[in-house]
DNA sequence: CCCCGCTGTGAACCATGGTTCATTTGTTCT
DNA sequence: AGAACAAATGAACCATGGTTCACAGCGGGG
């Protein structure tokens, strides 16, 4: 039985340790990298901000550990866009769609993880790594199926990134429409013009994009 | 005579708070946005620190400076090359292509002033927002002239400026070659892609982008 | 049932860096 | 030259916010 008590207490360790990360997860994506405060996302925890550093030995790795959970639920959401497709090229459009949709949806948390400037750098290149790599091997494979023409992938998966990145920062049309229509507008004008980018021809790009259900972040 | 005096003096002044905002701007080249302390600009300049103070009521104030300076002189920049080109479209190449070479050249500085989450934000956006609209003019121009196809060019103009940026930030490729020519081929690789984004033919943008002189940046 | 030790606490500590101000230094005008 | 005033100085001040630590509380094992 020993062994049994001893498991539950581990349980609940991780369980608040959980919490912790949850609580600074929300506080980025709420208020943006450089708003997390070791005594702030200890209060949304519900505990002291001295129990913070039995977890973590500092903030920089709370905050590492954050941006790795959240840098992890997005390329799951992509992820699941790509693979629910039917083929390369539409496999490619939805994970451009996706990706943007939820930049617009939430746009400290996509600067956190891409562009914010704030914190030692090394965490946040981890998630542009991976989601470069994952549009490298997504435009190779339309390469490969002759949806696209031949070019440098690595190259158009940055660039890509930062096209679409640029949304969420960039100019708000002063809107007459209500939000989620303008947001939903902003994303399909984005989409296309990357995917036009990559030398899809407009027509074709728009069947793509517009196929895309626009999803809830989370 | 004794305005001749009082005119030396304003001069002096005026000498040493642009040397202020010089060695401020040379910071943020060297070291980043981040990196700027008043303590560390006024050793640069040659003076006490309290000095700064009665030059600038705040270190934001003094930031602002700097970047509108910085943005002043790379909007010069853009605008010289778009002007010396022969028509719309190769002054829209123009305009990319130096754009690119100087963020290239100035990874720092580019960051600074278009992706650096440090900082009350205000001023970045200014240097964001001119560019776009110079951008998008310059895209609109080539529209009216029949050498790109129709589009959202505002939103275009936004994206593109994303798009090149990544450059800055994305993976160099592990250099075999010497530095200043993989610089020159990451320029030419992200212009390219951005003239096609716009929906210039591929053939046609490379003509373009390898007629611009790629400048020294200052 | 009580002791031990692990977990939680939060006030105090420390480092960083912007800002101030009493004092010193230099310049102008008579 | 000397009074008067502006400018420069830089050490001290203050605010912010991460980190520590001596202590309290609770739960599990004997």
Same mark, same amino acid.
């Given at each position: =039985?020993?062994?049994?008590?001893? &498991?539950?207490?581990?349980?609940?360790?991780?369980?608040?340790?959980?919490?912790?990360?949850?609580?600074?997860?929300?506080?980025?994506?709420?208020?943006?990298?450089?708003?997390?405060?070791?005594?702030?996302?200890?209060?949304?925890?519900?505990?002291?901000?001295?129990?913070?550093?039995?977890?973590?030995?500092?903030?920089? &790795?709370?905050?590492?550990?954050?941006?790795?959970?959240?840098?992890?639920?997005? =390329?799951?959401?992509?992820?699941?866009?790509?693979? @629910?497709?039917?083929?390369?090229?539409?496999?490619?459009?939805?994970?451009?769609?996706?990706?943007?949709?939820?930049?617009?949806?939430?746009?400290?948390?996509?600067?956190?993880?891409?562009?914010?400037?704030?914190?030692?750098?090394?965490?946040?290149? @981890?998630?542009?790594? @991976?989601?470069?790599?994952?549009?490298? &091997?997504?435009?190779?494979?339309?390469? @490969?199926?002759?949806?696209?023409?031949?070019?440098?992938?690595?190259?158009?998966?940055?660039?890509?990134?930062?096209?679409?990145?640029?949304?969420?920062?960039?100019?708000?049309?002063?809107?007459?429409?209500? &939000?989620?229509?303008?947001?939903?507008?902003?994303?399909?004008?984005?989409?296309?013009?990357?995917?036009?980018?990559?030398?899809?021809?407009?027509?074709?790009?728009?069947?793509?994009? #517009?196929?895309? #259900?626009?999803?809830?972040?989370?």
């Amino acid at each position: =039985m020993a062994y049994r008590r001893t &498991e539950n207490v581990a349980r609940r360790l991780a369980a608040r340790r959980a919490a912790i990360v949850a609580a600074a997860c929300e506080t980025v994506v709420e208020e943006g990298l450089a708003a997390v405060q070791i005594v702030e996302v200890a209060a949304r925890a519900g505990i002291a901000a001295g129990t913070v550093y039995r977890y973590f030995p500092s903030k920089t &790795e709370l905050v590492a550990a954050a941006l790795a959970a959240l840098g992890e639920r997005e =390329m799951a959401a992509i992820e699941r866009a790509a693979r @629910a497709a039917p083929g390369p090229l539409s496999a490619l459009a939805a994970a451009v769609t996706i990706f943007t949709a939820r930049a617009v949806a939430s746009p400290r948390l996509a600067i956190a993880l891409i562009a914010d400037g704030a914190q030692p750098a090394v965490v946040r290149n @981890a998630y542009r790594a @991976a989601l470069a790599a994952r549009f490298d &091997e997504l435009i190779r494979n339309a390469i @490969a199926a002759g949806r696209l023409p031949d070019q440098d992938a690595a190259m158009a998966a940055s660039a890509l990134i930062g096209a679409l990145s640029a949304g969420v920062v960039g100019p708000r049309p002063p809107a007459a429409a209500p &939000e989620a229509t303008v947001a939903r507008a902003q994303v399909q004008s984005l989409a296309l013009f990357a995917l036009r980018a990559l030398g899809v021809v407009d027509a074709r790009a728009r069947g793509l994009v #517009v196929q895309t #259900v626009l999803p809830q972040p989370g």
